[in-house]
Nanobody
Framework: QVQLVESGGGLVQAGGSLRLSCAAS????????MGWFRQAPGKEREFVAV????????YYADSVKGRFTISRDNAKNTVYLQMNSLKPEDTAVYYC???????????????????WGQGTQVTVSS
């Protein structure tokens, strides 16, 4: 398993941008698809985005499509989530997660992610 540490959360006004980072430990980062999930108070953790091991495939939740971009740098063992045009409903704790395997189309189900970070808070004010 890999250990994951998120950073980059904070408070931003609606319409603003934030970039989350997730640093992974270990030498097998490129063997994992990487995802971002979020959990708002009183709600279940939901899928946001996922990127394949090579970075060649990306998938997004409909609620963030066109506003968020997931990317990765395998040389730096890091995955990113660029969030633009933020809305108050994007307020949540954002979690980075790792899914072992080099599937061309990684799963979007949280049950298939075996490693999780501690989360970083994103708050969008109206």
């Amino acid at each position: 398993q890999v250990q994951l540490v998120e950073s980059g959360g904070g408070l931003v006004q609606a319409g603003g941008s934030l970039r989350l980072s997730c640093a992974a430990s270990g030498r097998t980062f490129s063997s994992y698809s990487m995802g971002w999930f979020r959990q708002a108070p009183g709600k279940e953790r939901e899928f946001v985005a996922v990127i394949s091991w090579s970075g060649g495939s990306t998938y997004y939740a409909d609620s963030v499509k066109g506003r968020f971009t997931i990317s990765r740098d395998n040389a730096k063992n890091t995955v990113y989530l660029q969030m633009n045009s933020l809305k108050p409903e994007d307020t949540a704790v954002y979690y980075c997660a790792a899914q072992f395997g080099r599937e061309p189309k990684p799963s979007q189900s949280r049950n298939n992610f075996g490693s999780w970070g501690q989360g970083t808070q994103v708050t969008v004010s109206s």
